[in-house]
């Protein structure tokens, strides 16, 4: 069940500031308070979607479209599509999601080194 509450939800309706990067009638994106990277941004729909698996089984084709396209839109305004950029989406308890509400992080300005390291790597056999 999506929670109404989370801190995502209250960005959404204003009851807690951002730092805003872009919004529209589909989705928001604003930087992320415990940046990664000297960019990383959140990009998350607006509408009551916990995670990855939840928005693609519940929101309109249209807001999906948008949704990635907004994303696509912020990573030509930062020219970050020249230097080179990572979207991460955590679902769940293995990837350690800590907000319930679907969000993607937009992470960039620098060499960002492999996906995930050395010694937290396990190969599924
Ligand atoms: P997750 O671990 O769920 O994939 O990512 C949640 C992200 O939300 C984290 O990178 C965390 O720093 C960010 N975050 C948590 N609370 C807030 C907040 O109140 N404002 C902003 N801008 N980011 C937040």
Redesign the pocket.
């Given at each position: 069940m999506y929670n109404k509450a989370n801190?995502?939800a209250?960005?959404i309706k204003k009851e807690?500031?951002?730092?805003m990067v872009y919004e529209d009638e589909h989705t928001l994106i604003?930087?992320?308070?415990?940046?990664?990277a000297p960019i990383?941004l959140?990009a998350i729909p607006k509408g009551e979607f916990r995670s990855f698996e939840d928005f693609v089984q519940k929101a309109s084709t249209d807001q999906i479209l948008s949704f990635f396209a907004s994303i696509q839109k912020i990573t030509d305004k930062l020219k970050i599509n020249k230097s080179g950029y990572r979207l991460?989406?955590?679902h769940g308890k293995d990837?350690?999601?800590?907000?319930?509400h679907f969000?993607i992080?937009i992470i960039a300005g620098k060499a960002l080194g492999p996906l995930i390291t050395a010694d937290t790597h396990h190969a599924i056999k």
């Open positions: 801190i995502f209250k960005i807690i500031p951002c730092k604003f930087h992320d308070i415990n940046p990664s990383h959140l991460i989406t955590n990837a350690m999601q800590t907000v319930e969000h992080h």
